[in-house]
């Protein structure tokens, strides 16, 4: 990496300054290199590798399967496609709640192995030890409240958190406390509109919002929900920037049919 490339490089401090100036933070998730390339080019301020690459990417229901091993793959790959963005990298279930040393191993790992800037771990009070020790190392963090997938078991479905008074009240001391423990941002996911922009006026620290409405600091999306590639997968706050299902199945079956008729390679298309 040039000193050049590392100057543009978003970092923590960008997307502090973001914040207090009103600037919008992007953030999209990517898994590979050839998307993390495209997404990087076209702006995107933060590039998740979310562990939602367990459903996107490997077809599992859950999060709880992805290993560390997982994780460091895609993340490494997003990395070496990417100039300008800030590489996020989520650690996967069990790497990170069992101790504060588990946690700084496995953030260690990803860090060294990955080439990522920053790891994202889900969860407040909970793990608040877990989260100071890997900060203690050096390694930025980023907090998750709200719908945290890798709880699904314990919570039963995906529906919208924090809607009762008391859930609502730990949340937002959750998130004072990531804030506390030097956490740089945090991920809302699926709360009520207007106790995202109560935590986001709270916190000095910049909020990204996913289902949880416009008055968060930044926005966070799956490529592949956004991008429109699994037709079926369209909850309330998605919005299908594109519409790849259709293109991509359009395409493969254009080709297809034209290597049944013989017209693909032509002429031009040989050596
Ligand atoms: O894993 C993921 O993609 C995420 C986003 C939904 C924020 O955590």
Not at 77 to 86: D, Q, S
Request: hydrophobic fraction near 45%; glycine fraction near 8%.
């Amino acid at each position: 990496m040039s000193v050049n490339k590392e100057m543009k490089r978003v970092s923590t401090a960008m997307l502090q300054a973001m914040k207090e100036r009103q600037e919008k933070i992007s953030m999209l998730t990517s898994y590979d290199y050839s998307m993390a390339k495209m997404v990087d080019q076209a702006g995107v301020d933060v590039i998740l590798i979310g562990d939602s690459a367990a459903n996107v990417f490997a077809g599992y229901e859950t999060t709880l399967p992805i290993t560390l091993d997982n994780m460091i793959y895609h993340a490494a790959a997003v990395a070496r496609g990417t100039e300008r963005a800030m590489v996020l990298a989520d650690l996967p279930f069990g790497s990170y709640q069992g101790s504060a040393n588990e946690a700084y191993n496995a953030a260690v790992r990803m860090m060294k192995e990955s080439g990522a800037h920053a790891l994202k771990l889900e969860g407040g009070l909970e793990i608040i030890e877990n989260i100071k020790k890997i900060i203690a190392g050096g390694i930025p963090v980023c907090g998750h409240l709200g719908l945290t997938p890798q709880s699904i078991n314990k919570f039963g479905n995906f529906g919208v958190r924090a809607k009762e008074e008391q859930e609502a009240a730990k949340l937002i001391e959750d998130a004072l406390a990531l804030q506390e423990a030097g956490c740089f941002a945090i991920v809302l996911e699926k709360i009520p509109a207007k106790l995202a922009k109560t935590v986001t006026e709270k916190l000095a620290i910049p909020t990204v919002g996913i289902g949880a409405g416009p008055d968060c600091d930044g926005q966070v999306l799956v490529i592949n929900d956004m991008l429109g590639m699994n037709a079926d997968f369209k909850p309330k706050f998605m919005r299908h920037f594109a519409n790849l299902h259709e293109q991509i199945t359009t395409a493969v079956a254009n080709y297809v049919a034209e290597v049944k008729a013989v017209q693909y390679p032509n002429e031009d298309e040989q050596y």
